[in-house]
């Protein structure tokens, strides 16, 4: 079945390291997000790309950066890691035709 | 831009008992309401959506009202079963025309459905 696959599912770092977050996606999506989860907050957008050349800041993007390396592929950065962005986070993606979001299974990240 | 506001946070219910979400929004120019279903440890999925010009949208046991002049949004589920227990999160847009597919999330309703 066509997915959104998020690498890796956990991941624990320390304060300042830089991580990457990777997504791949098999829809033949056009579009692609990265969403946080904090509980009590909800689901805020961090970044969001409608095509390749196409990179957009979402509601809480600083400390974040993103790469859009080809149609399928979408990936979240931290440059130096802090503790305040210990948080569940997922890709997600939709057609350019619709609204529906696609979610990836997530990335638990825990920055000690 | 935007502002979801969703009540209650918490909501527990007897099974076969209705169980109501409510929503409120900020940007009069939404014109997209979806409602996603996040069981335990798994991803959130689409359940229902409803367009700025309809008032009501019924999918088997879930419903959604929308209200524009209050700019308010509710989900129903009639005859609550134990898997419906879940936390459950609107979202509004301006939808594919308006900018864009840029969803702005509540935050969240956990909802337990008792035995």
């Known amino acids: 079945d066509a997915d959104v696959t998020q690498t890796p599912r956990n991941r624990i770092t320390k304060t300042g390291k830089r991580i990457m977050l990777e997504c791949s996606q098999t829809?033949?999506?056009?579009?692609m997000y990265w969403y946080r989860q904090d509980p009590g907050l909800g689901l805020r957008l961090i970044y969001y790309?409608?095509?390749?050349?196409?990179?957009n800041k979402g509601e809480i993007s600083d400390g974040y950066s993103v790469s859009r390396q080809a149609q399928a592929k979408f990936s979240l950065s931290l440059e130096s890691a802090i503790p305040n962005q210990t948080a569940l986070y997922f890709c997600a993606t939709s057609a350019r035709s619709g609204e529906k979001l696609f979610f990836g299974s997530g990335t638990q990240l825990s920055v000690l | 831009g935007e502002n979801v506001e969703q009540h209650p946070s918490t909501l527990s219910v007897q099974e076969g008992d209705s169980a109501v979400i409510k929503c409120t929004y900020s940007d009069s120019a939404s014109n997209y309401f979806p409602w996603y279903k996040q069981e335990l440890g798994k991803r959130p999925q689409l359940i229902i959506d409803i367009r700025s010009n309809v008032g009501e949208k019924k999918d088997q046991r879930i419903a959604v009202t929308l209200n524009k002049t209050a700019k308010h949004f509710s989900l129903h589920i009639t005859e609550t079963q134990p898997e419906d227990s879940a936390v459950y999160f609107c979202a509004a847009s301006r939808g594919l025309t308006g900018g864009g597919n840029k969803l702005t999330f509540g935050t969240g309703t956990q909802l337990k459905v008792e035995l």
């Open positions: 790309s409608f095509d390749v050349k196409d990179i």
């Open positions: 829809k033949g999506h056009d579009r």
